[in-house]
Structures are given as C-alpha cells and as structure tokens.
C-alpha cells in the first residue's frame, strides 16, 4: 500500500492487575497486531468482548484507556510514528487529525453544556474554523445525520435528547474538524434499526466525500459488512483473520469468524400465557411535564409470570419512557398500573419496599449503572441487605449462589467492575436484579452494547433463569434478532402509540402495518450491498406514498 494514512506494526500493549492477595503483574492484551489503512477506506475491527478492538482502535489517538500502556510497535499516522511524539504535539493530532467516536455519547457529553459548544468545540481549539464557519458546519452534519430540528437542535443540553440522537451528534462532533482519521466505537450501537441505516449511510458518504479513513469497531458484523472495505478478527489481543468483507462474510477461513457468522443460536419457542397476568398497564398516557405533548398516548399491554413481552420502536418512540411509567418514576396522566394483583401507587415514593423490591430493572449500560469503587460482592449484595437484613456470612454467601446462577462464580465476588469485561458487567447486574427475588425485571437494552456472542450467553442465562424463577420479563429493545429469540409476545410502538401488539408469530406475520413493515425491512442483514438496497426500497415505498 502507498503512503497508508494509518500503519501500525508489532503493537503491544500491557496492563497491570492487581488480584486480592495476590502481587501485581502485567499482562499483554494486544499481541503483536499489524494493519494498514488507506485514506478514504475504512477497517471493521470485530471480535468479542475483551478482545482488544477498542484498545487497537484508541492507539492512533495514542491513548491507552483503563491504565493500558502502549510497550512496543510503532502507530503512524500520516507517516509519523505517534508514539515518539511529545505531548503537545499529541494534543494537536487528536481532534485535528484523529477524531474519536465513543460508544457511550452518555457518558462522552458534559451535561453542563450544550451540544454545538461541544460539537464544534475541537474545531476551534485547533483554530480550523471560524465560530460561525464551525456552527454551519455542524448544523450542515446535524442535518445530514437526520437529526431534529438541526438549525436548533445544538441549543440542547445532552440531557434533552434521546440515547440514539446523542450518539448522532458525537459523530457531527468527530467529523466537524474534518480530520484525516475517524476511530468508530461502536457508533450504532444505542440507535433503532430504522436510524442505523441513515447513520450508516451518513457515515458511509462522509468518508466518501471526505476521503477520510476510518476504523470501525462494532460487535455486529451485519453492520460492519455494510461500511467496511476490509475486517479484522481479533480475539484475546490476538488477530484471528484479517480479509476483504466479502470474503469474511462469504466464506470465513477460520472456526472462531465462522462462529461469529452464524450467531444467532437461540431457538425459543413462544408459548400463550398460562396465569393471569402478573402486570396490566391500562390505557396509560404520560408526558415529562404538565403542559407538555404526551409522550405516551393510551398504551395497555399486559405480561404473565414466566413470559417475556419485547417492546420494540425506533428511538424516540416511548419504549423507556414506558418503563419510567411503570417503574414509577413518571407519574402517568391518565391510566393506571396494576402489579401481581395490587394497583400500584403512581409515584415513586408512595410506594411500599415489596413493590420496589418485586419489579427490579437491569439498565443498558452496566458501565454506567454500578458504583466503580465498590466490589461485585458489595453491588450484589446491596439489595440483599437493603431488602433481607442480610450481612456478613449469610449475605456473602448468597451472593456466592447469585454469581454461581448467572455462571460466573466465587472468584469474582472481590472484583471491582473496572476488572470485568462488558458481559461479565452485564451479570453481575443481572445478579443484582435477581438478589432481590422480582416478580418482573424491565430489561432496558441489556444486549445492546455486547458483541454477539457475548450476547447470545447473556439471553440464554435471562430464558434460563426465566425457567428457574418465573420471573416476567419485560424487554426494551431495538433489535428484531433479539425480539425473535426471546420474546413471547411483541409491542411495536411508534410517537408514543401502540401500533402492533400480540403473540410473537402474529406480531411477525403479514399483513403489516407500514411502521412494522419499515422495521423488520431495516434490520441489516450479514451481506455485502444489503444497505443500498434498503435505501433504495425505502426511497421507492417513499415516492410510492
């Protein structure tokens, strides 16, 4: 290759662990990777969780995230080896020629501060643009990302828009400098199906038009097919196959690649309803503040012991303003929740500790939902006193009974989460959920940030603790692959309205309306060229209506 924009080789990198009682030690957790990228050109960085993407994908940034150290291998970017570079002319490759789009826009965001101050906030750092130049330039890219309102939308505070719309603005922030290279985290990850395919196609032109190159770091190898000119398999820090898209999704060469492929192996058999519901959301109309639009507009549903009812839409829909509903935290306007046969006080703290106790929630993001300074034992164990009285011996040991049902084990219980891998997090809150013996746990995009295959163990635990303990689930989503693995029955909801709802094989059968039509014709499928064609079908139905 001729003059890559990126080339990295022999990369090492090492971290410290620090076990309870044990000494300190390094360990190597990227071995050795070589790869080069083109400018113009975009690299999928796939594998499991653990596997080194994030980590290959932060060195052109020359970061090493988690108190990781960069120990050997050179990274060039635009011929110069970063590595050796001082710290001030670090700072002025990052946000200039090497922008980063992280996986958590939540977490990424100040909340103290609006989005275009943020978004065009490297841009002026670096001197590229004027402000006014830079605000243009962003509303131009808000627009272009399908975004609301962009003349306005950068006058928001993080907190005023919605999971997948923060996401999309943390890519107008990566390419508003117009850098040289785009480090993709997980870009799609907290976005709706119908979304992803915009943001996708965005994506995808503005590399074109640019010419910018990119790493794209995903667990979905359905997405990264439809981006990608070349994938990289890693597995332990270890590249596994490293070959054109084509031939990684046609014919993969090696077992692991071809496991990944082939995920989803889940095969639920839906079943009817063999109890009287155990939740009953009746005619519920809800919205953030009095005088307001509702955000929810009449929504019933209902959900048996030991079953799972998937709540699915694009983001914006009201699938967790609805979970806020139910778990109190929004009062409704109109309606009522009734709740293993009691109706349930509208307000949070009108409730008893059974009712908080008995309908738990297991959030999205694991990162962001358990303290980092206390260990898996404590987190655990939190609710086990809370609600139980339980300490010392006892407690303890049923936490060692929770971490051995969700099959993980003792050894993890003095662990802290910076120690775990994003599945293991995503147990131990399961593990936290269950400590309190729920009658219904609201899964709140559980699998979302997981890579397949880590994702595939995490919903076979959830149906076999669902056989164990009868417990409800109620299943926040945007994936239809997750939606056909698990659920019973289905709620397709679209601007806060219930537009399908029923058994799962009905739900999923023709005749559709067009909102469910659009959103089982937009889950990407693994093939090369499935995303112009969605595009394509999306423009035709478009011209037709």
């Given at each position: 290759?001729?003059?890559?924009?990126?080339?990295?080789?022999?990369?090492?990198?090492?971290?410290?662990?620090?076990?309870?009682?044990?000494?300190?030690?390094?360990?190597?957790?990227?071995?050795?990777?070589?790869?080069?990228?083109?400018?113009?050109?975009?690299?999928?960085?796939?594998?499991?969780?653990?596997?080194?993407?994030?980590?290959?994908?932060?060195?052109?940034?020359g970061y090493g995230r988690g108190g990781v150290r960069i120990t050997g291998g050179e990274v060039k970017v635009n011929g110069r080896d970063i590595l050796?570079?001082?710290?001030?002319?670090?700072?002025?490759?990052?946000?200039?020629?090497?922008?980063?789009?992280?996986?958590?826009?939540?977490?990424?965001?100040?909340?103290?501060?609006?989005?275009?101050?943020?978004?065009?906030?490297?841009?002026?750092?670096?001197?590229?643009?004027?402000?006014?130049?830079?605000?243009?330039?962003?509303?131009?890219?808000?627009?272009?990302?399908g975004l609301p309102d962009p003349e306005n939308f950068g006058q928001r505070y993080p907190h005023q828009v919605s999971g997948g719309q923060l996401q999309r603005a943390m890519t107008a922030m990566a390419l508003c400098p117009e850098p040289d290279l785009i480090i993709f985290d997980e870009p799609t990850t907290a976005l709706d199906v119908t979304t992803q395919i915009e943001v996708l196609a965005a994506i995808k032109d503005a590399i074109q038009d640019t010419g910018v190159g990119a790493l794209y770091i995903t667990h979905d190898l359905a997405v990264v097919a439809q981006v990608s000119?070349?994938?990289?398999?890693?597995?332990?820090?270890?590249?596994?196959?490293?070959?054109?898209?084509?031939?990684?999704i046609e014919d993969p060469q090696e077992e692991y690649t071809k496991a990944l492929v082939s995920v989803r192996s889940i095969n639920h058999q839906a079943k009817a309803p063999e109890e009287?519901?155990?939740?009953?959301?009746?005619?519920?109309?809800?919205?953030?503040?009095?005088?307001?639009?509702?955000?929810?507009?009449?929504i019933s549903v209902e959900l048996s012991p030991g079953q799972t009812l998937?709540?699915?839409?694009?983001?914006?829909?009201?699938?967790?303003?609805?979970?806020?509903?139910?778990?109190?935290?929004?009062?409704?306007?109109?309606?009522?929740?009734?709740?293993?046969?009691?109706?349930?006080?509208?307000?949070?703290?009108?409730?008893?500790?059974?009712?908080?106790?008995?309908?738990?929630m297991i959030y999205q993001m694991a990162d962001v939902a358990m303290n980092p300074r206390h260990t898996v034992g404590t987190i655990i164990g939190r609710p086990l006193e809370f609600y139980f009285g339980l300490k010392g011996k006892a407690k303890r040991e049923r936490v060692n009974e929770l971490l051995d049902k969700i099959e993980m084990g003792e050894g993890f219980i003095d662990r802290y989460p910076a120690e775990l891998s994003g599945g293991q997090k995503q147990r131990v809150c399961i593990a936290r959920a269950l400590a309190a013996k729920p009658k219904l746990i609201i899964c709140d995009e559980v699998t979302s940030a997981l890579d397949p295959l880590v994702a595939d163990g995490i919903l076979k635990l959830l149906l076999k603790l669902q056989e164990i303990e009868n417990v409800a689930y109620l299943f926040i989503t945007h994936d239809l692959a997750t939606v056909k693995a698990i659920a019973d029955s289905i709620a397709v909801m679209y601007q806060g309205e219930l537009v399908r709802y029923g058994p799962r094989e009905q739900v999923l059968s023709p005749p559709f309306d067009d909102y469910t039509d659009l959103l089982l014709a937009s889950v990407p499928q693994m093939r090369v060229g499935w995303l112009e064609e969605a595009l394509a079908n999306r423009r035709m139905a478009s011209q037709g209506n």
């Open positions: 290759m001729a003059d890559p924009l990126l080339e990295i080789r022999n990369l090492k990198i090492e971290v410290t662990i620090r076990p309870p009682g044990e000494k300190p030690h390094d360990i190597t957790i990227v071995k050795g990777i070589d790869l080069d990228l083109a400018r113009g050109k975009v690299l999928g960085l796939i594998g499991e969780s653990g596997a080194g993407k994030s980590t290959i994908g932060l060195s052109p940034a050796q570079l001082s710290k001030g002319a670090l700072r002025n490759v990052r946000g200039r020629e090497v922008c980063y789009v992280a996986q958590s826009a939540a977490a990424a965001f100040n909340p103290a501060h609006r989005l275009m101050d943020q978004v065009i906030e490297s841009t002026l750092f670096h001197g590229l643009a004027s402000r006014s130049e830079a605000v243009a330039r962003a509303v131009k890219l808000f627009r272009k990302l000119d070349e994938i990289m398999v890693l597995r332990n820090g270890e590249l596994v196959e490293y070959g054109e898209t084509r031939q990684i009287a519901p155990i939740l009953s959301v009746r005619n519920i109309t809800a919205a953030y503040n009095k005088s307001a639009d509702p955000v929810l507009k009449d998937a709540v699915v839409g694009e983001s914006g829909s009201g699938k967790s303003t609805l979970a806020r509903v139910i778990t109190g935290l929004l009062p409704p306007k109109v309606g009522q929740i009734d709740f293993a046969g009691r109706t349930l006080p509208r307000a949070l703290k009108q409730r008893t500790k059974d009712d908080l106790r008995e309908l738990q």
